[in-house]
């Protein structure tokens, strides 16, 4: 099974600022995925992370505010932009899950003021 | 496209009562469907994970079952006690993992 180290746990941050969470696994990975999960609700994907290659962003986020760096098999950035009130989610990385089983990092919780 | 809808959304049992978890969903094409638990605030820990070829796996206290022409699955947890108190979500895939909205349960002494 997949170690993945997700950091940091938590912040606060001010609106209009940026966050960059990190996620490192402790074996190398094809692809890792970002989640979004708001509060009470479950979890949403926001994009895929290949290495050497673009991520692929589902319906409903974009590159500008959700950069996202892969560049090797073992590490993956995800950095929330411009953040706003709305933007206060638990954010997840993870890795396996389309015909493997899925692990997933401890959560970055985030609140913006 | 997949939707998972998680029955019941919560539920408070008095500990030592076996309890059943239901998970159904809507397209039965899946490669396979995983369990997890969360609790608050913090990420996910995978349970139990059953491929598509499964009926069912078994993981100490935990039981999960998987109909997949009926697009249902059970998680059964046996002789439950405070610690397994926390939200447990079923996920299927593919393409990517699509997730119920979870069962927030709470086992009280």
């Known amino acids: 099974s997949a170690v993945i180290s997700q950091k940091p746990s938590r912040d606060i941050c001010q609106r209009g600022t940026s966050l960059t969470i990190q996620c490192q696994v402790d074996?190398?990975?094809?692809?890792m995925f970002w989640y979004r999960q708001q509060p009470g609700q479950s979890l949403t994907l926001i994009a895929t992370?290949?290495?050497?290659?673009?991520?692929?962003?589902e319906s409903g986020f974009v590159i500008d505010k959700f950069p996202i760096s892969r560049p090797n098999l073992t590490f993956s950035t995800l950095t929330v932009s411009n953040m706003s009130p709305e933007d206060s989610s638990i954010y997840l990385c993870?890795?396996?899950?389309?015909?493997?089983?899925?692990?997933f990092g401890q959560g970055t919780r985030l609140t913006v003021v | 496209k997949q939707e998972v809808t998680q029955i019941p959304a919560a539920l408070s049992v008095p500990e030592g009562e076996n309890l059943v978890l239901n998970c159904s969903f809507t397209d039965s094409a899946i490669y396979n469907l995983q369990w997890f638990r969360q609790d608050p605030g913090k990420g996910l820990t995978s349970l139990l994970l059953i491929q598509s070829s499964q009926r069912e796996q078994t993981s100490g206290r935990l039981n999960a079952s998987l109909d997949k022409s009926s697009g249902r699955s059970t998680l059964y947890i046996a002789a439950s006690q405070p610690g397994d108190s926390a939200t447990y979500l079923c996920a299927v895939s593919p393409p990517s993992l699509t997730f119920g909205q979870g069962t927030i349960l709470t086992v009280h002494p």
């Open positions: 993870s890795e396996g899950g389309i015909n493997t089983e899925a692990f």
């Open positions: 992370a290949n290495q050497g290659s673009e991520a692929t962003y």
């Open positions: 074996s190398q990975v094809t692809m």
